[in-house]
Nanobody, 124 residues
Framework: QVQLVESGGGLVQAGGSLRLSCAAS????????MGWFRQAPGKEREFVGV????????YYADSAKGRFTLSRDNAKNTGYLQMNSLKPEDTAVYYC?????????????????WGQGTQVTVSS
């Protein structure tokens, strides 16, 4: 089992920045990748980006490219989502997820463990 705990969400004005953290614990040595997703009210959960557990490969959704940055601190077993130039349409609950198997997946069904989510609200 793997446990994931997100933190760092909050209320920010448009144009501002936030850094989300995802602390992992448990059998993390068997994990291959950490994905980030978000879900706005009334919408489907959508892919934001994914980073391999080693940090060697990163892939972003088009909506995140140029504004969001994924990273990992393996000493702390924590992943980060740095979000800059935030827009009101970025308002959502943000989730991190962990995947056991090899592969960079953008679909939520490809992930085995999920955090509880953290709310990000961007005011205009």
């Amino acid at each position: 089992q793997v446990q994931l705990v997100e933190s760092g969400g909050g209320l920010v004005q448009a144009g501002g920045s936030l850094r989300l953290s995802c602390a992992a614990s448990g059998r993390t040595s068997s994990m291959y990748a950490m994905g980030w997703f978000r879900q706005a009210p009334g919408k489907e959960r959508e892919f934001v980006g994914v980073i391999t557990w080693s940090g060697g490969s990163i892939y972003y959704a088009d909506s995140a490219k140029g504004r969001f940055t994924l990273s990992r601190d393996n000493a702390k077993n924590t992943g980060y989502l740095q979000m800059n130039s935030l827009k009101p349409e970025d308002t959502a609950v943000y989730y991190c997820a962990a995947r056991r198997s090899f592969g960079i997946l953008t679909t939520k069904s490809g992930y085995d463990y999920w955090g509880q989510g953290t709310q990000v609200t961007v005011s205009s």
